[in-house]
């Protein structure tokens, strides 16, 4: 069983900068492989980066490319997801979520645990 927390979300200007942050607990977070989801109303989850459980591999939408970054502390049990240059339409509930493999996977149905979600919300 796993818990995921996010936090870091608020109410930021076109341009702004947000970091949230997942934590886990419940099992070994270096076993996990993390990914950063979104959703915004009426549209699908949609993928915005994950990381593998080496740490050493990330992969961003190409919405995100350029912009976001992913990070890891094991150490910690803790994911980061830095926003920069963020836009109107980055605005969405953001979730984390974990599975148990070694690969990045892009699709909702690729995770086995899931954290609440927090909001961002971009004004322009």
């Known amino acids: 069983q796993v818990q995921l927390v996010e936090s870091g979300g608020g109410l930021v200007q076109a341009g702004g900068s947000l970091r949230l942050t997942c934590a886990a607990s419940?099992?070994?977070?270096?076993?996990?492989?993390m990914g950063w989801f979104r959703q915004a109303p009426g549209k699908e989850r949609e993928f915005v980066g994950g990381?593998?459980?080496?740490?050493?591999?990330?992969d961003y939408a190409d919405s995100a490319k350029g912009r976001f970054t992913i990070s890891r502390d094991n150490a910690k049990n803790t994911v980061y997801l830095q926003m920069n240059s963020l836009k109107p339409e980055d605005t969405a509930v953001y979730y984390c979520?974990?599975?148990?493999?070694?690969?990045?996977?892009?699709?909702?149905?690729?995770?086995?645990?899931w954290g609440q979600g927090t909001q961002v919300t971009v004004s322009s």
């Open positions: 990381i593998r459980w080496t740490g050493g591999s990330v």
């Open positions: 419940g099992r070994t977070f270096s076993s996990i492989t």
């Open positions: 979520a974990g599975r148990l493999g070694p690969r990045v996977g892009k699709w909702v149905y690729d995770y086995d645990y």
